[in-house]
């Protein structure tokens, strides 16, 4: 079964930088986009970044457009979510995904993901 291992989280400052790293076991997903979203505790998990794996077409939700860069390494198999000037409410689990065809927002339409990384931002 494929998997998709996240890492990178922890506790940072307000105002601190995280990269967080998604890596697949498997290449299966070189024809799928590959995307990142967060869940905080009592909210509904949210859309936050995807990438092209070979075209390097990103998107970004508005909330975070301008702080994360997502961005990946083909030669590692791994995809990047870069996470500057974080804020108290960026704390959640950061979750990596996987889908084939195109990029939506809900996250009922992503078939793989991780188990998740907890980030934590204090003030």
């Known amino acids: 079964q494929v998997q998709l291992v996240e890492s990178g989280g922890g506790l940072m400052q307000a105002g601190g930088s995280l990269r967080l790293s998604c890596a697949p076991s498997?290449?299966?997903?070189?024809?799928?986009?590959m995307g990142w979203f967060r869940q905080a505790p009592g909210k509904e998990r949210e859309f936050l970044a995807a990438?092209?794996?070979?075209?390097?077409?990103?998107y970004y939700a508005d909330s975070v457009k301008g702080r994360f860069t997502i961005s990946r390494d083909n030669a590692e198999n791994t995809v990047y979510l870069q996470m500057n000037s974080l804020k108290p409410e960026d704390t959640a689990h950061y979750y990596c995904?996987?889908?084939?065809?195109?990029?939506?927002?809900?996250?009922?339409?992503?078939?793989?993901w991780g188990k998740g990384t907890l980030v934590t931002v204090s003030s």
């Open positions: 498997r290449r299966t997903f070189s024809s799928y986009f």
């Open positions: 990438i092209s794996w070979s075209g390097g077409r990103t």
């Open positions: 995904t996987a889908r084939a065809g195109s990029v939506t927002p809900d996250c009922r339409h992503w078939p793989y």
